[in-house]
Protein backbone atom coordinates (compact mmCIF):
# COMPACT_ATOMS: atom_id res chain seq x y z
CA UNK A 1 0.00 0.00 0.00
CA UNK A 2 2.63 2.62 0.89
CA UNK A 3 4.66 1.46 -2.27
CA UNK A 4 1.73 2.59 -4.50
CA UNK A 5 1.65 5.87 -2.23
CA UNK A 6 5.14 6.35 -3.15
CA UNK A 7 5.01 5.87 -6.86
CA UNK A 8 1.65 7.49 -6.81
CA UNK A 9 3.45 10.88 -5.00
CA UNK A 10 6.94 10.32 -7.27
CA UNK A 11 4.93 10.34 -11.04
CA UNK A 12 2.25 13.22 -10.11
CA UNK A 13 5.71 15.30 -8.25
CA UNK A 14 7.45 14.78 -12.05
CA UNK A 15 4.88 15.65 -13.69
CA UNK A 16 3.91 18.81 -12.29
CA UNK A 17 7.25 20.41 -12.28
CA UNK A 18 8.21 18.84 -15.60
CA UNK A 19 4.88 21.04 -16.35
CA UNK A 20 6.00 24.28 -14.27
CA UNK A 21 9.47 24.21 -15.69
CA UNK A 22 8.19 24.22 -19.28
CA UNK A 23 5.39 26.87 -18.31
CA UNK A 24 8.27 28.67 -17.54
CA UNK A 25 10.40 28.10 -20.39
CA UNK A 26 7.69 29.05 -22.77
CA UNK A 27 7.03 32.35 -20.83
CA UNK A 28 4.09 31.55 -19.02
CA UNK A 29 4.40 32.47 -15.76
CA UNK A 30 5.48 30.73 -12.64
CA UNK A 31 3.43 29.59 -9.98
CA UNK A 32 4.50 29.88 -6.47
CA UNK A 33 5.82 26.37 -4.47
CA UNK A 34 3.33 25.93 -2.31
CA UNK A 35 0.85 25.96 -5.22
CA UNK A 36 2.62 23.39 -6.84
CA UNK A 37 2.07 20.87 -3.39
CA UNK A 38 -1.37 21.94 -3.49
CA UNK A 39 -1.95 21.04 -6.96
CA UNK A 40 0.05 17.59 -6.21
CA UNK A 41 -1.99 17.20 -3.31
CA UNK A 42 -5.10 17.44 -4.77
CA UNK A 43 -4.36 15.46 -7.71
CA UNK A 44 -3.50 12.49 -5.74
CA UNK A 45 -6.44 12.83 -3.85
CA UNK A 46 -8.60 12.76 -6.32
CA UNK A 47 -6.89 9.92 -8.48
CA UNK A 48 -7.20 7.51 -5.36
CA UNK A 49 -10.74 8.78 -5.05
CA UNK A 50 -11.12 7.86 -8.59
CA UNK A 51 -9.75 4.49 -7.26
CA UNK A 52 -12.29 3.79 -4.33
CA UNK A 53 -14.92 3.73 -7.35
CA UNK A 54 -13.33 0.23 -8.63
CA UNK A 55 -12.90 -0.96 -5.42
CA UNK A 56 -13.71 0.57 -2.14
CA UNK A 57 -12.59 -1.78 0.36
CA UNK A 58 -9.13 -1.84 -0.91
CA UNK A 59 -8.25 1.70 -1.32
CA UNK A 60 -10.46 3.36 1.55
CA UNK A 61 -7.16 2.26 3.60
CA UNK A 62 -4.97 4.10 0.85
CA UNK A 63 -7.66 6.81 1.54
CA UNK A 64 -6.61 7.25 4.57
CA UNK A 65 -3.15 6.41 4.79
CA UNK A 66 -2.73 8.98 2.50
CA UNK A 67 -4.77 11.74 4.16
CA UNK A 68 -2.64 10.28 7.34
CA UNK A 69 0.56 10.82 5.50
CA UNK A 70 -0.54 14.56 4.74
CA UNK A 71 -0.57 16.06 8.34
Do not use: S
Not at 9 to 24: G, Q
Not at 34 to 61: P, S
Amino acid sequence: MDLLLIKMAMHTAVYFIWRERNERWHGAGHHPYIHLIAVIDRTIHHHITALCYQDKDKYEALQDRWCRARQ
